[in-house]
């Protein structure tokens, strides 16, 4: 598992349950990108064929995910909207290099990331909710972002030498510290 420096202060989860309906939506909109993103490994990397099959597997996991999200807002009423920029992600994606080998490389890493940062705070939220069923959910989401996060590095492994993927994994936890730190609470996964 990535190990992050920092853990989520007990006021952004105060936040999230003060507006629990935003955070669901936010959710939503999460694994549904989470989704996406799976999917665009496997068309934008065609040649590195040993991630396709874990990237297709992950891609349907978090359309899953976002399905459920989805039927929970459903049964509350909610509305969604349009797509909002997540500052966490593209501040680390502003620090992903440029070339085939190294934008391949620090995309991972990057989503390892994040999915590390997604456990840790779907653990907080599963943590403060009452028992049952949005509990038990909260719980599995959590369990399964850190397997997310393990593939990740895992598959990195298959390309690159673990000097240069611990390398990059150290830069992108120091920015997940600085970019966590410098973020106002809000009702959002990040």
Request: glycine share 6%; aromatic share 10%; with cysteine.
């Amino acid at each position: 598992m990535i190990e992050l420096h920092t853990t989520t202060p007990d006021a952004w989860v105060k936040t999230v349950l003060g507006d629990f309906d935003a955070f669901l939506l936010d959710h939503a909109a999460c694994e549904r990108k989470a989704s996406a993103m799976a999917m665009t490994f496997v068309v934008r990397y065609p040649d590195r064929g040993e991630i396709h099959d874990s990237m297709i597997q992950l891609a349907r996991e978090e359309l899953a995910h976002f399905h459920r999200v989805f039927r929970i807002c459903k049964e509350r009423g909610l509305v969604f909207s349009g797509d909002q920029k997540d500052p966490y992600v593209n501040g680390l994606l502003q620090l992903r290099r440029r070339g085939r080998n190294e934008e391949f490389l620090d995309r991972l890493i990057i989503a390892g990331v994040v999915e590390a940062r997604g456990h840790e705070r779907f653990g907080c939220i599963a943590n403060a909710l009452e028992e049952g069923p949005l509990k038990a959910f909260y719980d599995e989401i959590t369990k399964s972002e850190e397997r997310h996060a393990d593939i990740f590095i895992e598959l990195a492994a298959l390309y690159f030498p673990m000097s240069e993927i611990q390398q990059r994994l150290t830069l992108f936890v120091d920015a997940d510290a600085e970019i966590c730190a410098g973020l106002p609470f809000r009702a959002a996964l990040h």
